[in-house]
């Protein structure tokens, strides 16, 4: 019994004396827990739309005083023709619109009855099929007070268009997630577990002193790894669209092309994370729980990104998976150009040379 509590007190002196370790214990479960109750929600608030408002007339001015009322949507602006609303799909900015045709008091005075359209952006199915719930619901809620106060009943019909997803599959939201989340894990996690074994081995000592370029030394470790993340794209993309119907509307190169600036990244990071670690374990850990739980939270595949505090809204623009979640659905779903994706590209490939010059500066070409 002595010798066993000797080695639980070892035990508990290399615990506590390792800060890294501490870290992984304590710090990352806190952090888990602070970002899953702020991101966990099904609630969507504060959407960013726009109403094309023909009628303007006292019944689609108070609908339109209850929505900009709801803490679920957000106004951008009020537009006047159906042009600017498809620009405005088209550049991201909005997820759902509001169309109120000319004579709508007339209509629901004369006719008993008037008609809305509402427009939504079914890239994401799950989050369109709630934000037309929540402007049918608040509509329905005028019609109630109308009812209330007149003996004659009104209806108010709601005509709703889904937009790039007409037939709300999951895949269409769940594949470009994927992708980012699969290529960030695997060339993170193994860039850093590759370098860590070397230096497990004792063979990072001898690969060092060997007339080879040290920097040659990494770049050539990773080069596989950039070759093979290419591999497991195009087997995502095949089984994409072979298995779960889902079309490329757009560019295969943009796409591609887009894909290598995000795997140069994530090696990059890899070979950040194998400065700091000394073991394969350790490596592993760090790349799955530093890469997994961001990705998975502030790419927006999986929540929405408006539904969190606007400091972790702002903290989502440093992860280049955000970035790329929104080219490949540009991209792939709505079958844009790089017109269109210009910005996001070029935050992309600022931050993967960012991350590569970093990598190799950071990265120690003597043993301590």
């Not at 001015?61 to 929505?67: F, G, R, W």
């Not at 709801?70 to 620009?87: C, M």
């Not at 794209?233 to 887009?258: E, H, Q």
């Not at 490939?349 to 960012?354: D, I, L, N, P, Q």
Request: glycine letters at 4%; a positive charge; hydrophobic letters at 50%.
């Amino acid at each position: 019994m002595k010798q066993f509590l000797s080695f639980v007190r070892k035990e508990f002196y290399h615990v506590f004396r390792d800060s890294k370790t501490l870290l992984m214990l304590f710090g990352l479960p806190i952090v888990q827990i602070v970002l899953f109750g702020f991101a966990l929600t099904n609630e969507i608030k504060n959407s960013k739309i726009v109403i094309c408002d023909y009628a303007k007339d006292e019944a689609t001015q108070q609908i339109i005083s209850k929505i900009e009322a709801s803490r679920n949507f957000e106004i951008q602006k009020t537009l006047i023709s159906h042009k600017q609303i498809e620009e405005a799909f088209k550049e991201g900015n909005i997820k759902l619109a509001i169309i109120f045709p000319a004579n709508f008091n007339k209509d629901l005075l004369h006719l008993n009855k008037a008609q809305v359209q509402i427009i939504a952006d079914a890239s994401d199915p799950n989050t369109a099929n709630t934000l037309t719930n929540y402007a049918t619901n608040i509509i329905m809620d005028y019609q109630q007070e109308l009812m209330k106060n007149n003996a004659m009943p009104f209806r108010i019909v709601p005509e709703l268009r889904m937009l790039y997803n007409p037939e709300l599959k999951g895949a269409t939201n769940f594949v470009p997630g994927v992708m980012a989340l699969v290529l960030m894990l695997i060339c993170v996690m193994m860039t850093a577990v590759s370098v860590v074994k070397e230096k497990e081995t004792g063979t990072m000592e001898v690969l060092l002193v060997s007339p080879f370029n040290p920097f040659l030394v990494i770049i050539s470790k990773a080069k596989p790894y950039l070759v093979l993340s290419l591999i497991n794209l195009t087997v995502i993309l095949i089984l994409s669209v072979t298995l779960l119907d889902m079309p490329i509307n757009g560019s295969v190169l943009l796409l591609f092309g887009a894909s290598t600036l995000l795997i140069i990244a994530a090696l990059s990071l890899g070979l950040l994370i194998s400065n700091v670690t000394q073991s394969q374990q350790s490596a592993m850990l760090l790349a799955m729980m530093g890469m997994m739980l961001p990705t998975m939270l502030f790419t927006g595949f999986m929540f929405p990104l408006e539904n969190m505090p606007v400091a972790l809204q702002v903290l989502a623009n440093i992860f280049p998976s955000k970035w790329y979640y929104i080219i490949v659905k540009s991209i792939m779903i709505k079958g844009l150009g790089f017109s269109a994706i210009w910005k996001e590209t070029l935050i992309l490939a600022g931050m993967t040379v960012f991350l590569l010059a970093m990598g190799l500066k950071k990265f120690k070409i003597r043993l301590e």
